[in-house]
Structure formats: C-alpha cells, structure tokens
C-alpha cells in the first residue's frame, strides 16, 4: 500500500522570505504522480502543483516549485516570497496513473503554515 | 469554468433526520469523489464514482448513500446518523481514465449531527 508521510506538522516563514515543505512517500509502482494541495482556513482546498514520476524535470508554478528525487522517493514544496495569503494547511498526494479510470489520492498528514507578517 | 459546488454549506441534523447533500460539476469531468474531513486532518475517501458507476465504497457504513443521477451531479444521503459523523464532506469531480488527473474540490458542506 501505499503512504505518504509530511514530517511537519507545523511551519512558520516570514513575509517575503522562503520556506520548504517536505513530503516522502513510499509504492512499488513506477508510473504516479504527485501532488501539492493547499487549503486555507475555512476555504476550498486548490491544487497548487503536480508532478509526474516519469518527468526528471521539477514542477513549477510561479513562486511554487517543488524537489523531487525519485530514487529517495522525496517530494518537498518550496515557496519562495512567501505572502499572507499563503497561510494555510498543505497537503501532499499521491496517486497511481494507471489501471483505472478515477484517481485514489493517498494524502498525508499536512504541514500548518503560518506566515508572519 | 472549473468549479465544483455544494449546497448546503452548513447543516444541522438530528440523528432521526433524513438529508441530502449535493455537489455540482459541469467541466465535463467523468469521474467524482465524495471525502470526509475531520478538523485539521486529511481527507477520507468515502466513495468514488466513474463515468456515473460506483467503482470505490471505502467501507462506509450504510447511513450514507451515495447517488450519481447524471455526470454533472453527484448527491450524498444522510439518514440516522451519529455524532461522530459531523465534519466537513468535500466533494471533488477530475477527468476519468488513469487517476493522472488533479482533483478538483467544492468547497464542502460543514455537517454537525445533534
């Protein structure tokens, strides 16, 4: 089976600066993908990055980009100028692309980030 | 438009009550997701429908019905439930074939059973 595991709980970073979250996960298979969601307090959960296993290259969305090392099976989040409005709760995800026609996310735990101003 | 709504955002129901929840896609996705998600947790995949066919019932117990009438709607009926069913039940709709797609959530209904 599959797991996902975020060793923080809780982050902090200060407004402008950097912060990175970490994610490991664990499946035999070869073919998934990742991702990165983010959920503020009290509102709608919105993805914020994807990966796919097959890609070598990193993903990156603006100030979001993520490291990923396949063979130690790592998939960590940086932010990079963080700003208020990305306080929230983030979750990483895993899931298999093959073999069925619906995605089963495998979640982890999710990483509190607080953003002082 | 890539939204996915849910009515109610909030319900109150008693453990006898009888309710429904609803969610609503129209970005053509084939493939829709109910979760429950307890304060600061994860969420828990309940049931997963494709192409408007059960294909994943996480063992939810029987007080929660799911109903998928076309590919656009998806309804979560609720009857006799307990106390410790009260969260926030998210909905989620993605393209179907492979599960290579993003998910993409409603905002959820915030159910407290008294």
């Known amino acids: 089976a599959q797991t996902v595991t975020q060793s923080q709980p809780e982050m902090s970073v200060q407004e402008a600066e950097t912060v990175t979250l970490s994610c490991t996960y664990d499946t035999s298979e070869s073919d998934y993908y990742l991702f990165w969601y983010k959920q503020p307090p009290s509102r709608q959960m919105i993805l914020v990055i994807r990966?796919?296993?097959?890609?070598?290259q990193n993903a990156t969305e603006n100030r979001f980009s993520v490291n990923f090392q396949k063979a130690a099976k790592s998939f960590s989040l940086k932010i990079s100028d963080s700003q208020l409005g990305d306080a929230a709760m983030y979750f990483c995800a895993y899931s298999f692309a093959g073999g069925t026609s619906y995605g089963k996310l495998t979640f982890g735990q999710g990483t509190i980030l607080t953003v002082h101003p | 438009d890539t939204e996915v709504t849910q009515t109610p955002k909030h319900l109150v129901m008693g453990m006898t009550n009888k309710k429904s929840l609803k969610c609503e896609q129209h970005m053509g996705h084939r493939a829709m997701y109910w979760y429950k998600q307890k304060a600061k947790k994860p969420p828990e995949l309940m049931f997963v429908y494709s192409y408007e066919k059960l294909s994943i019932n996480e063992s939810v117990p029987s007080r929660f019905s799911p109903e998928c009438p076309n590919s656009s709607l998806l309804n979560l009926h609720l009857h006799a439930l307990q106390p410790e069913d009260s969260a926030l039940y998210l909905c989620?709709?993605?393209?179907?074939?492979?599960?290579?797609?993003?998910?993409?959530f409603g905002p959820g209904t915030r159910l407290t059973v008294t």
């Open positions: 990966q796919e296993a097959y890609k070598q």
């Open positions: 989620a709709s993605s393209q179907a074939d492979r599960g290579a797609y993003e998910q993409y």
